[in-house]
RNA sequence: GCCGAAGUGGCGGAACUGGCAGACGCGGCGGACUCAAAAUCCGCAGGGGUUCAGAGCCCCGUGAGGGUUCGAUUCCCUCCUUCGGCACCA
């Protein structure tokens, strides 16, 4: 018998497949489409490790089988190139970046290739090659053009280390998403994107796609829409001049239980109302608020503190006079840096009000009166002390409140969102750059269609600058142009884009990847898109996954495409832990290389582990005796199923028709697991299924030579060859089939009928008593005599009053005791 | 604090719509093969009790407590723990 040489025979089928052209996607064919996406890798230096396997598996094993049940099915690959940490590679060893992306790309495509991946190599996309990145401008100039891009001097956050400005969705914690390294504030000239004019449309749609709930709560979270009011409480100055100062409030029902008002540290009008007796405090106050924030911007510590500033305010509304604090709980950037407090029925501020002895005034209550309380109230309920609004429910009054307001000229609804407009400048080299040329008369022009892409120069010092000026800068030839309006000499945009505005659309190239007249085809991308499912990591919530839903929204709205959501169906897979269920790092020296796992097994055992390893969107550890069983199961079935190989015998035995019975269980049970991505349990059906098949070819050593054997093997090898397609094709041919296995049917049940008995549960109180193997289809009555005549039931019930009798048909027999 | 996910043997994890808890795999134990070991193959195995022993039989058991139900890992309530996200958001 042929032994299993795994590296053989992945290799000799690789090789088969490519030079076939096996799963090529094609444009416009009478098949149904499926569009599998996988997030494209970043190509670092290390290569690919096990965690893109965790991802790229199950998604090649979703588009086999999908091409098995007669899908047209998209699978393509490519590569986010751009980016920060292969410009610090090429700085630290002194090579181009573009070389080293050159070298890292192409390790991946070896390693790609190893795993066997029904990819369409044909579409190969690569971001930072010219032919990419022109469109990647070319979308810049649109945003640009639809008054999406603007350019703006601001502080934003900017990382020391890599030496850039971020957007606010690539800080976390305080540090930068890539590094690590805390970030500090930076004034410089940006250029943004306005995803925040798409913010209702990006939080409405998240409705309308089958995401998990975990990524939708993120982004609306991230969005962070809330509706409220606008009021305009009057300050009054120490020399008696009057004030505008507006407040956000989601509570404008609460409005006549304000009793001080707090502005943040930062607000403008904090020196122009601070009376003079107060200063010296209200100084040291801000003084150490700034210290504070500096030192331990994260502290969990919250303490309300404030201070008074010695003036007043008047509610609009009542025209009450309230004290104004400052007080830094109160977030500058967020509303309009003052709130109002309302101690009775909003938590901090009741801390703050008990702390400064601020009276409480209770202005909302449960049952319509007023109560006693020990702590605020920030329930919904009846407005009370609330002068002509008193008795209205919460909502009620807000909506009454607002207009009167409105009608008054003292507020208006409004509402407020977290997000903010996406920082686009980069001051890196390795990216694509921004195709605007600053005039000196005409200002910001964006360079003509026809002149893109703007190229990056190859020769030129990429060293990152602390100054926050790019090292495109510093390149005259690069720099120095003429306007395209007037033809005056000018100068470049120096800034890069942010490597996410690249993979903001990536997903749409590959339905047309060599276009060169346009970025894509409209009726390709309408033929090909939205993505049916696309699979990667949950990092990517609200950046990636929120960029590409907004350049989506974008292109629908500008007539290009027919839709407007990208991603129709989204998946995380879970991380693969090391061994000790630590995160794998080179640190810790516990990481996996796929390359030396497919070295000692092959790349089938370490597919089908991969799938094995557990629930396809939990964490799971790597374990070294886990994939030893894996092995351990290709191995047996390869040894039972070579038996066939070249024997054309054929017997005949009474017990066939249970092994069709049993061979049409299989088929319905995988099925549907393969449907609902359970890959773990899937393997251990085939695993079952073999132990099966071992089993009455131990009993019977010639049952293997039955058509109903022989059929439940080719049916097992089909079914498994999408997770295992190298040994499974080869088995294949060794059974006798000249075409591939990948090209065959996926099968169906035959409808065989399972032999008409069935276990019959027999519980006494619930509790199983005995188990009857019956025929099928008896009545109550007959299952209650055969049930009654079992001497393990009649233990039970032997003497008691029997109350009533649960039946489920084929199923159980509940006999329930009276007490 | 808020939002989301999850708690089942020694371990990873199964269980359709409320109906046999622990599939499958790992590790463990016993046996076969072998001079021996590895590999391979066959078998056992939730915990406890009863029993000389085995079969058998009984009790307990899905984070804790309560509820609904003939019957709950599954549904409801309260709580605890872990992980992920957001966080003075007014």
Redo the contacts with the bound molecule.
């Keep these: 018998m042929e032994k299993y040489d795994f590296l053989f025979i992945q290799k000799k089928w690789q090789k088969y497949w490519e030079e076939h052209n096996f799963y090529r996607a094609e444009d416009f064919s009478d098949k149904p489409k499926y569009y599998i996406l996988v997030m494209f890798p970043y190509p670092s230096g290390s290569g690919l490790h096990v965690g893109h396997c965790r991802n790229y598996i199950p998604a090649d094993v979703i588009a086999r089988y999908k091409r098995m049940k007669g899908f047209n099915v998209l699978h393509p690959i490519g590569y986010d190139a751009f980016g920060l940490p292969a410009e610090n590679y090429a700085i630290q060893k002194g090579i181009p970046p573009k070389i080293v992306t050159q070298n890292n790309i192409k390790t991946f495509r070896r390693q790609l290739r190893m795993l066997g991946l029904s990819y369409d190599w044909s579409r190969e996309i690569n971001t930072s090659d010219p032919e990419y990145y022109k469109w990647t401008e070319w979308f810049f100039e649109l945003l640009y053009k639809r008054g999406l891009a603007h350019e703006n001097v601001s502080s934003e956050w900017w990382c020391p280390h890599c030496k850039t400005i971020l957007a606010n969705e690539q800080v976390?914690?305080g540090k930068c998403w890539r590094c690590g390294t805390p970030v500090v504030k930076k004034e410089l000239k940006e250029w943004f994107f306005k995803i925040t004019s798409y913010a209702d449309k990006l939080l409405d749609d998240l409705n309308n796609i089958d995401w998990?709930?975990?990524i939708k709560?993120?982004q609306r979270?991230?969005i962070?829409k809330?509706k409220?009011a606008e009021v305009n409480f009057v300050a009054v100055d120490p020399s008696g001049n009057e004030h505008n100062v507006p407040?956000?409030?989601?509570?404008v029902d609460t409005i006549f239980g304000v009793t001080f008002l707090v502005l943040?540290p930062e607000h403008p009008l904090v020196k122009k109302v601070t009376t003079r007796e107060n200063i010296e405090k209200v100084e040291k106050y801000l003084e150490d608020a700034q210290r504070k924030r500096e030192i331990d911007r994260l502290s969990?510590e919250?303490?309300?503190?404030g201070i008074f500033t010695g003036s007043y305010a008047i509610n609009p509304l009542n025209g009450e006079k309230v004290p104004i604090y400052i007080g830094?709980?109160?977030?500058?950037s967020?509303?309009?840096?003052a709130?109002?407090g309302?101690p009775a029925h909003?938590l901090?501020d009741f801390v703050f009000a008990k702390k400064h002895s601020i009276p409480i005034k209770q202005v909302i209550s449960p049952a319509g009166k007023e109560t006693e309380l020990n702590e605020a109230y920030t329930e919904d309920g009846i407005l009370v002390n609330s002068g002509k609004f008193s008795g209205l429910k919460s909502a009620e009054a807000r909506e009454k409140i607002v207009s009167y307001m409105e009608e008054k000229g003292i507020g208006n609804s409004i509402v407020?969102y977290?997000i903010r407009d996406w920082i686009i400048s980069r001051q890196r080299y390795w990216g694509a750059p921004i195709p605007i040329v600053h005039c000196p008369v005409h200002g910001a022009v964006p360079v003509p269609e026809e002149d893109l892409p703007v190229l990056l120069p190859d020769e030129v010092d990429f060293t990152p600058r602390d100054s926050g000026e790019s090292p495109l800068a510093n390149d005259p030839d690069f720099v120095n142009t003429t306007c395209p309006v007037c033809g005056k000499p000018s100068e470049r945009e120096t800034d890069t884009q942010d490597g996410f505005a690249c993979s903001s659309w990536y997903f749409l190239r590959y339905a047309d990847p060599h276009n060169d007249k346009e970025p894509f085809s409209r009726d390709k991308v309408n033929y090909w898109l939205p993505v049916d499912l696309y699979i990667g990591g949950?990092e990517h919530?609200?950046m990636h996954l929120l960029y590409s839903r907004f350049y989506t929204h974008v292109l629908y709205d500008a007539g290009l495409i027919g839709f407007k959501e990208p991603f129709k169906k989204l998946l995380n897979q879970g991380m693969i832990l090391g061994p000790d269920h630590q995160k794998m790092s080179k640190s810790k020296g516990n990481v996996i290389n796929p390359d030396d796992v497919i070295k000692k097994y092959g790349t089938d055992t370490l597919r089908a582990y991969v799938l094995?390893?557990?629930?396809f969107d939990?964490?799971?550890?790597w374990?070294t005796?886990?994939i030893?069983?894996?092995h351990?199961?290709i191995?047996?079935f390869w040894?039972l199923f070579a038996n066939l190989a070249d024997s054309n015998k054929v017997l005949s035995f009474d017990s066939e028709k249970e092994i069709s019975v049993v061979t049409d269980k299989w088929i319905r049970k995988i099925t549907k697991q393969m449907e609902s991505f359970?890959f773990?349990?899937m393997?251990?059906s085939f695993?079952?299924w073999l132990?099966y098949l071992?089993?009455i070819s131990?009993e019977n050593k010639d049952i293997i030579y039955t058509k109903a054997f022989r059929n439940s093997v080719e049916t097992f090898v089909q079914m498994i060859a999408p997770a295992v397609p190298h040994v499974s094709e080869e088995l294949w041919h060794m059974l006798g089939h000249s075409e591939s296995v990948h090209l065959s049917k996926w099968p169906e049940p035959k409808g065989i009928h399972k032999e008409d008995k069935t276990?019959i549960?027999i519980?006494v109180?619930?509790?199983?008593?005995d188990?009857v193997k019956v025929a099928k289809g008896l009545s109550e009555e007959e299952v209650k005599e055969i049930a009654f005549a079992s001497s393990?039931v009649e233990?039970?019930v032997e003497g008691k009053d029997i109350g009533?009798i649960?039946f489920?048909k084929d199923?159980?027999l509940?006999i329930?005791l009276k007490r």
Aim: no cysteine; net charge positive.
């Design positions: 976390i914690d998990p709930e975990r709560s993120m979270n991230w962070g809330s409220g407040v956000f409030t989601t509570r943040a969990t919250k303490e309300k503190t830094d709980y109160v977030v500058y967020y509303g309009t840096g709130v109002m309302v909003d901090r407020r977290h949950a919530a609200v094995f390893i557990g629930p939990t964490d799971a550890a374990s005796e886990g030893n069983g894996v351990r199961f191995n047996r040894n359970k773990n349990t393997l251990s695993m079952e132990n071992v089993k131990n276990d549960i519980e109180n619930g509790k199983l008593r188990k393990k233990k039970f009533r649960i489920v199923k159980l509940n329930v």
